[in-house]
């Protein structure tokens, strides 16, 4: 096991709501990115979060928002939810910001638009 | 052009072959290279990380041509238990995580 947590493991939304992911970090890591994998893709970056600022994002829109706190977990945040966000959200810790050292991934949250 | 391309699968092989898996990179300013193994409904782990003078892990072989941009794995001597999908990961444009779509390996008795 990774150390790695993530709450829920699993989600159904409808279009239009919102939803909150959660995630814990390894004992000792102060960077957490999130990922956004589709079925069948690989996983896709959406931002990552170095004490408690963004650093980095990816080709994602606004309505996708984080937060980091104090003792680094970590939440993913989604406004006005759409089909197409349906996948597996994953966050991953680790102690360089520079992707030099392992990402070490949580379970992630399987999460459903209907 | 995608970031990160790998070999399109599923390769499926008998126990005991050597199978190899290529990925080429868009980004020639990449730094770091990883390949990460997931297996059917869980997360990614790392397997190896790919260093420019290649190396090795067991039965695992990875190399790395700058020039080609180029990343490859070879596995040796297959095992069920190596049954998974197998993600090329490069260090992309705006120190950025990119994972490649990923290759499906399934080992056969």
């Known amino acids: 096991e990774t150390g790695v947590t993530q709450s829920p493991t699993h989600l159904i939304k409808t279009r239009g709501q919102q939803v909150t992911l959660r995630c814990s970090s390894q004992?000792?890591?102060?960077?957490v990115s999130w990922y956004q994998q589709a079925l069948g893709q690989g996983p896709q970056f959406i931002f990552q979060?170095?004490?408690?600022?963004?650093?980095g994002r990816g080709n994602f829109p606004p309505r996708f928002s984080g937060l980091q706190f104090p003792n680094y977990s970590s939440e993913l945040n989604v406004n006005a939810l759409e089909l197409d966000d349906s996948a597996l959200y994953l966050c991953?810790?680790?102690?360089?910001?520079?992707?030099?050292?392992?990402?070490?991934f949580g379970p992630g949250t399987r999460l459903l638009v209907l | 052009r995608k970031e990160v391309e790998q070999d399109p699968g599923p390769f499926n092989v008998p126990e005991g072959a050597t199978v190899a898996f290529n990925c080429t990179y868009s980004?020639?300013?990449?730094?770091?290279f990883f390949w990460y193994r997931q297996d059917c409904r869980k997360e990614p782990k790392l397997l190896m990380s790919?260093?420019?003078s290649g190396n090795e892990d067991g039965r695992f072989t990875a190399q790395l041509n700058r020039a080609s941009q180029y990343i490859s794995l070879l596995i040796r001597d297959s095992k069920l238990s190596d049954s998974a999908t197998y993600l090329c990961?490069?260090?992309?444009?705006?120190?950025?995580?990119?994972f490649g779509a990923g290759t499906i390996l399934r080992v056969k008795s």
């Open positions: 991953a810790s680790s102690t360089s910001v520079d992707f030099q050292e392992t990402q070490y």
């Open positions: 004992s000792g890591h102060n960077t």
């Open positions: 979060y170095y004490r408690e600022e963004e650093n």
């Open positions: 980004n020639s300013a990449s730094q770091s």
């Open positions: 790919v260093y420019s």
């Open positions: 990961v490069v260090n992309g444009y705006g120190n950025k995580l990119v």
